[in-house]
């Protein structure tokens, strides 16, 4: 099991009267000078803090993280860490209960992936339809049978360690008069034929994330869709991510939000010192699921708000229905309402895949600035240029084409281009700067940055540029170290914030 580290701020190590297993390693540390790890997982607190240390393990914890004994008074510093980390209060007995059950879930890394569509399988009992529509699934349509029968499983099997939970989300579509169930079994190592554990998910439960837990030996799961009845059955994807249980997605304090169409959308926010700006970094093309450029922002010392989506592979440019898109634009305003900032103090940015994001919710949302670096705006053209351009590079562009408009017709690389241009040329840019890095030579989108500056017609509006010899994918150092710098740049001269914190 992963080693917790807990930071304990108090002069009274509560450690003598607790239990603390194996694998918690506790610090009591009153002197927070003292405190030399560079984060911790876990922070308790029970005694106030002044301004000094207040600030200090805003260094140290994250948020979400900190937990403040119940008799404690608080102060005013101590009331602006706990809401700037988020804290929750426990006595002693609820101390003792979280150690004992939860205290396991605040492990240091993220993990998540999707089975590789690759490795699903269609049973050779069903004698139906089978299409497969590239990574938007694999369609399919005939009789079942009257009871649940394994229709299709995925061939790659993944390990699950004694206690360890795992969630599995399963995107798909099906007509009413088919019915499915999920059936997972675990064996133990090196063996294929001692099953240890046997977990079956209705459709009921397959509603919202359904989890495992192994309280038995080390060992592989295997997955497997049952199905009954007759009519349509589109399976889109699977998804396994080590659990946190109710704690939240990826990181503590993650937020999962799903359409009724069973897309998800992944958000975390930071207070951070709660002073403007409001930073949002949209993740880029990965997958490997989570949150991306958790420690980039976090440094910044400013608020910040992390967007992820894990649909298609590694992400369908943050486009979807009425009611997906809602998700990311309410979402980042509720962030804006916490702090109690409006829209002159939020800034969008993203790199690759996450520039679109910023540039199309830019367009909703009229922020500070928008800072981008290898800009992504036309994807109908993205996806013509995997043929010629780009053979075999980004075959994620051909099925975006498809998810959003149907078909690869000239008619829907045009609509697809279009869905977005018209957008951003009704938008109001007055109170926007543009601060752009990009590739000379990019084979994913080649006229992004000039059909940028051609179609921003308001007067007065502020661009920075800067071109980079090479392709898309060449030189993504130069491209992340100038984003940075700008970044740091508009906190100083916009928002009057001092260096970033190189803690």
Known sequence: ??????????????????????????????????ATERSYDVCVLNRCVNEKEARILLKKIRAYTLFLLDDVQVDQWTTWICTSRRARVLDIRTLQEFIDKDIQLFYSYTYGEKYDPHSLSISQNFKGSVFWNGFNGVELEGDYGDDYYQVAYWRGNIPVFQGQTINFWLEYEKDDSVSIQLKIEQFQSGSLSSLQNRWIFTEED???TVYVTNNNMDGPVFVSLLAKGKGKLKIVGLHDRHSRKSYGEF??????????????????????????????????????????????????GAPFLLVAESRLEGGAFYLG????????????????????????????????????????????????????GKPLASLGDIAVNERISRPGGFPTSLDVLVKNCGDMSQKSIDSLNHHFWDLFDQTDWSQTKFIVS???EDDYDMTAYNRL???????????????????????????????????????????????????
């Open 1 to 34: 099991m992963n080693k917790i580290s807990v930071l304990q701020v108090g002069n009274e190590d509560l450690s003598l009267k607790l239990h603390i297993p194996d694998y918690v390693e506790w610090n009591c540390i009153n002197d927070l000078n003292e």
């Open 206 to 208: 397959l509603s919202s």
């Open 251 to 300: 990181l503590p304090g993650g937020v999962r939000m799903v359409s009724s169409k069973r897309e998800e959308v992944f958000m975390y926010f930071d207070p951070g010192d709660m002073k403007p700006p409001l930073n949002v970094y949209f993740s880029g093309y990965k997958t490997q699921e989570g949150f991306e450029g958790f420690n980039m922002m976090r440094k910044m």
């Open 321 to 372: 229905d009425d009611e997906y898109e809602k998700f990311i634009t309410t979402g980042i305003q509720d962030c804006l309402n916490q702090l109690g900032f409006d829209r002159s103090q939020l800034i969008l940015s993203g790199l690759s895949m996450g520039t679109f994001g910023a540039l199309y919710n830019g367009c909703k949302l009229q922020p500070h600035a928008i800072i981008i």
């Open 438 to 440: 990009y590739m000379l």
């Open 453 to 503: 500056i051609s179609h921003i017609d308001d007067v007065g509006v502020e661009i920075i540029g800067k071109g980079i010899h090479g392709r898309h994918n060449d030189d993504t150092y130069s491209i992340v170290a100038w984003f940075k710098n700008q970044y740091d740049g508009i906190l100083k001269s916009d928002f009057k914030r001092g260096d970033l914190d190189e803690e």
